[in-house]
């Protein structure tokens, strides 16, 4: 019997009372995809995997087949083997039946390889190279969101009411200890069943925004596994959300008068004897450090599609909200793109602040960890560090469209050589099929502007 079925036969004597298991695939947009099964089935899976369709990679954010992608009608809407991540296995504290979760990954009918479109392959092959020079990336997610009410207004988004007050959130108050008591047990839950679930969650803030909220996971040596984790956080709140009769959103700019949710990535590099080789000052960062911020200032325009995959992640970018529009970076400085947090030289590290929420979190780690094995394998020298307010001192130079981050990303013989080109063909005719979709619907402010007027 392999570790995997040991370790399954093992969760199923655990949890007798199992009634499901949920078997878990994240798509090209980070949407967790699959099949619910009996219990009965889960040795099989381990053993054999399970049959999916190669097309929930080349689907839209509406879960639609984009035919231009070659992974639908052009080939038969053929499956491909979805075998398990291990030690992925877990409960899901949610549900009122008690029902298990298990991540799958893709493969070709062979099982042995990779499948070409799959995110977290993608990202696997970027780790690799780090291997190759005998470094392994240290990361952790910062992700923020809103609490929203599940009855919108005429679909729009607000503040849910106070469980505590019963009162609806308007002001603003960033690091607000009241707004974290206003929903406490909503917060308690979800560190509470991160921790049932091995997801390293250690800290939750109030944000910038009403029933905004940021959580923090844990420092890994996987990279893979780090957005495993952020991953599954966000499934784990949108449903602990829905137990305490909320809902959430993790879209990028959902108030267009209030902050945008980002997705903060911090990265550091340990090598063979598991030493920062980031460490030392960062107001003179060692050769290593400042390849790679040296890298990710360069390829930061390229990589922008990664990085804000969606139409609404441009509508972010704004100085009030610390969201830079150029490839700056800085010590401590929340203005710039790149941030070098000060505090304990052995503990630096580079903190990318450039993603929304809305991303997907293994494209966004595959970005930034291209980015950085660019800069150290070519010796990147970055732009001067900026010291002070970045918005006032740069010229807003990232690209603040998807059409254009596309055309940037596909043209880029890094993103090309790193992320693979049929992974980004792909990639971008899912999203330009999004984007001709959007820009045909005929939005109320044309409307409101040109109906009764021209």
Request: hydrophobic residues 40%; negative net charge.
């Amino acid at each position: 019997m392999s570790s995997g079925s040991a370790n399954a036969k093992a969760f199923l004597q655990a949890h007798p009372e199992l009634q499901f298991v949920d078997l878990l695939i994240p798509d090209m947009n980070g949407i967790v995809r699959g099949k619910r099964v009996d219990p009965s089935a889960l040795l099989k899976v381990f053993d054999r995997g399970i049959a999916l369709p190669a097309s929930i990679f080349g689907m839209n954010i509406q879960g639609t087949t984009v035919e231009e992608t070659g992974l639908g009608l052009d080939i038969g809407e053929a499956d491909r083997v979805c075998l398990p991540i291990a030690d992925s296995l877990t409960m899901e504290p949610w549900q009122k039946r008690p029902t298990g979760q298990l991540l799958l990954t893709m493969y070709e009918l062979d099982r042995k390889t990779p499948f070409f479109a799959d995110p977290r392959v993608v990202l696997q092959n970027i780790v690799k190279r780090f291997a190759e020079l005998d470094l392994t990336p240290v990361s952790a997610f910062e992700l923020e969101f809103y609490l929203i009410d599940q009855e919108n207004l005429s679909g729009r988004p607000q503040p849910p009411k106070s469980p505590m007050s019963g009162k609806r959130p308007a002001g603003v108050q960033a690091y607000s200890i009241d707004d974290l008591d206003e929903y406490a047990e909503f917060l308690a839950d979800v560190l509470d069943a991160a921790r049932e679930q091995d997801l390293p969650a250690d800290a939750l803030v109030a944000e910038s925004a009403p029933g905004q909220f940021e959580v923090n996971l844990h420092y890994v040596d996987d990279a893979v596994q780090s957005c495993d984790h952020a991953t599954l956080l966000k499934r784990l709140i949108k449903n602990m959300a829905y137990d305490h009769e909320m809902d959430t959103t993790f879209m990028a700019k959902p108030y267009h008068n209030q902050a945008g949710s980002g997705m903060h990535l911090h990265v550091s590099l340990i090598d063979a004897d598991g030493k920062n080789v980031f460490a030392g000052d960062a107001n003179a960062p060692n050769d290593l450090l400042r390849w790679a911020v040296g890298g990710l200032t360069e390829t930061m325009n390229d990589a922008m599609a990664m990085l804000c995959p969606n139409i609404n992640s441009y509508r972010r970018f704004s100085p009030e909200y610390y969201v830079s529009s150029a490839p700056t970076w800085g010590v401590d400085n929340r203005t710039a793109a790149l941030r070098l947090p000060g505090g304990d030289p052995e503990a630096l590290r580079i903190e990318h602040r450039v993603a929304g929420a809305d991303a997907n979190p293994y494209l966004v780690m595959a970005a930034v960890l291209a980015g950085i094995h660019y800069g150290i394998s070519n010796r990147i020298e970055p732009t001067p560090m900026t010291v002070g307010n970045a918005h006032e001192q740069h010229e807003a130079i990232l690209v603040n469209n998807l059409r254009d981050a596309l055309r940037g990303l596909t043209q880029s013989p890094v993103m090309n050589d790193y992320l693979g080109t049929r992974f980004l063909d792909v990639f971008a005719a899912c999203k330009e099929h999004e984007l001709t979709e959007f820009e045909m619907t005929i939005s109320d402010l044309e409307y409101l502007w040109y109906l009764h007027t021209v």
